[in-house]
T-cell receptor, first 113, second 113 residues
Framework: SQTIHQWPATLVQPVGSPLSLECTVE??????LYWYRQAAGRGLQLLFY??????ISSEVPQNLSASRPQDRQFILSSKKLLLSDSGFYLC????????????FGPGTRLTVT | DAKTTQPPSMDCAEGRAANLPCNHS???????VYWYRQIHSQGPQYIIH???NNETNEMASLIITEDRKSSTLILPHATLRDTAVYYC??????????????FGTGTRLLVSP
């Protein structure tokens, strides 16, 4: 069966510090991968999606970036965090070329102080 | 740019059916309707999806009107563990050929004893 992991689960970082959130998927190959952010009381906003290694598309201009160094690894980064980067970050995967059901990880709650 | 409209909150008694409505009046002929739910502080969970016909699985039933402008998610026997935010989503095509799920703010369902 497929499993998706995210870490860390929670993170408190000062403004201006760097960020690295990691997501890995097990039990599937060539998945589509996604990064979402959910601000408090809001819906999910798609940040990045990837259909393959080093193939990443950005949905919203911001100070975040994403990388996919391996087939089942997706990393969200920032060089300098802003207060507005606080939120609940979710990684998801779906079958490449197949149905569009997305399966979400447990999320990382980021607080920028 | 969510293409769906849902009531912000609903209540349901435990053991009763929960009927969650969704309007998607601008849906196109080949766009699917998806339902996800998000239990507090967890990642969203896929429930069901459909195009034209009514659908049923082990979690819920999806009733889509003949004109496809609205749908209803039915939880036949709600339990306390069904308390969550329920998202009705229509896939949105992107200029890259990819299609994305746009999450709105959903319906907060509270199941009470």
């Amino acid at each position: 069966s497929q499993t998706i992991h995210q870490w860390p689960a929670t993170l408190v970082q000062p403004v201006g510090s760097p960020l690295s959130l990691e997501c890995t998927v097990e039990g599937t190959s060539n998945p589509n991968l996604y990064w979402y952010r959910q601000a408090a009381g809001r819906g999910l906003q798609l940040l990045f999606y990837s259909i393959g290694i080093d193939q990443i598309s950005s949905e919203v201009p911001q100070n975040l970036s994403a990388s996919r160094p391996q087939d089942r690894q997706f990393i969200l980064s920032s060089k300098k965090l802003l207060l507005s980067d606080s939120g609940f970050y979710l990684c998801a995967w779906s079958v490449l070329g197949g149905g569009y059901e997305q399966y979400f990880g447990p999320g990382t709650r980021l607080t920028v102080t | 740019d969510a293409k769906t409209t849902q009531p912000p909150s609903m209540d349901c008694a435990e053991g009763r059916a929960a009927n969650l409505p969704c309007n998607h009046s601008t849906i196109s002929g080949n766009e699917y309707v998806y339902w996800y739910r998000q239990i507090h502080s967890q990642g969203p969970q896929y429930i069901i999806h459909g195009l034209k016909n009514n659908e049923t699985n082990e979690m819920a039933s999806l009733i889509i009107t003949e004109d496809r402008k609205s749908s209803t998610l039915i939880l036949p026997h709600a339990t306390l563990r069904d308390t969550a935010v329920y998202y009705c989503i229509v896939r949105v095509p992107m200029n890259t050929g990819f299609q994305k799920l746009v999450f709105g703010t959903g319906t907060r369902l509270l199941v009470s004893p």
